[in-house]
């Protein structure tokens, strides 16, 4: 029932899209800050590895612990570009509502890594919101880009590409 809700009420469409504004927001001012002030990952990075998040005196997450070691530390310079770019893009999707479950889904991968190194903040709050907005599906960007971007991608990719035989 709350789910059609989402998916279909106006009103719905208008809390999502405060909802949207709100972490686009969060998310695209985050990214500039990291282009503008020359954003380097290797530090909070070897800080999660160094502090990571431990119960009991046992690691919460090994796996995410050696991720970060292993694959993350040594391409800090490409984790960086794709941490900014990524809260960049993921804004301006949110704010102007083009492929709006997507930029959630993709907000919600690095809200979920950033709590898995033990980063709190507003991550909780940004993942419970893009959860939302992911579950209302296309009402979630019915007040954007989407509602007229989603039509013309539907036609464009039911369209079927003509091959021609050479005689």
């Given at each position: 029932m709350f789910t059609k809700f989402l998916q279909t009420n106006v009103w719905a469409a208008v809390i999502l899209l405060a909802a949207r504004l709100y972490i686009g927001w969060t998310w695209l001012t985050s990214g500039i800050g990291k282009l503008t002030g020359g954003f380097d990952a290797s530090g909070y990075l070897q800080f999660a590895i160094a502090e990571p998040v431990v119960k009991d005196g046992h690691l919460v997450y090994p796996f995410y612990v050696w991720f970060l070691e292993n694959v993350a530390l040594p391409n800090a310079g490409l984790f960086s570009a794709m941490v900014m770019w990524g809260e960049i893009l993921?804004?301006?999707?949110?704010?102007?509502?083009?492929?709006?479950?997507?930029?959630?889904?993709?907000?919600?991968?690095?809200?979920?890594?950033?709590?898995?190194?033990?980063?709190?903040?507003?991550?909780?709050?940004?993942?419970?919101?893009?959860?939302?907005?992911?579950?209302?599906?296309?009402?979630?960007?019915?007040?954007?880009?989407?509602?007229?971007?989603?039509p013309v991608l539907k036609r464009k990719l039911k369209r079927k590409p003509h091959l021609e035989v050479a005689s």
């Amino acid at each position: 029932m709350f789910t059609k809700f989402l998916q279909t009420n106006v009103w719905a469409a208008v809390i999502l899209l405060a909802a949207r504004l709100y972490i686009g927001w969060t998310w695209l001012t985050s990214g500039i800050g990291k282009l503008t002030g020359g954003f380097d990952a290797s530090g909070y990075l070897q800080f999660a590895i160094a502090e990571p998040v431990v119960k009991d005196g046992h690691l919460v997450y090994p796996f995410y612990v050696w991720f970060l070691e292993n694959v993350a530390l040594p391409n800090a310079g490409l984790f960086s570009a794709m941490v900014m770019w990524g809260e960049i893009l993921v804004g301006l999707g949110l704010i102007v509502g083009l492929f709006t479950t997507t930029a959630a889904f993709f907000g919600s991968v690095m809200n979920v890594s950033f709590l898995l190194a033990g980063t709190v903040s507003v991550n909780p709050l940004l993942l419970l919101i893009a959860v939302f907005i992911m579950a209302a599906k296309g009402n979630a960007g019915k007040l954007g880009l989407d509602y007229v971007a989603g039509p013309v991608l539907k036609r464009k990719l039911k369209r079927k590409p003509h091959l021609e035989v050479a005689s």
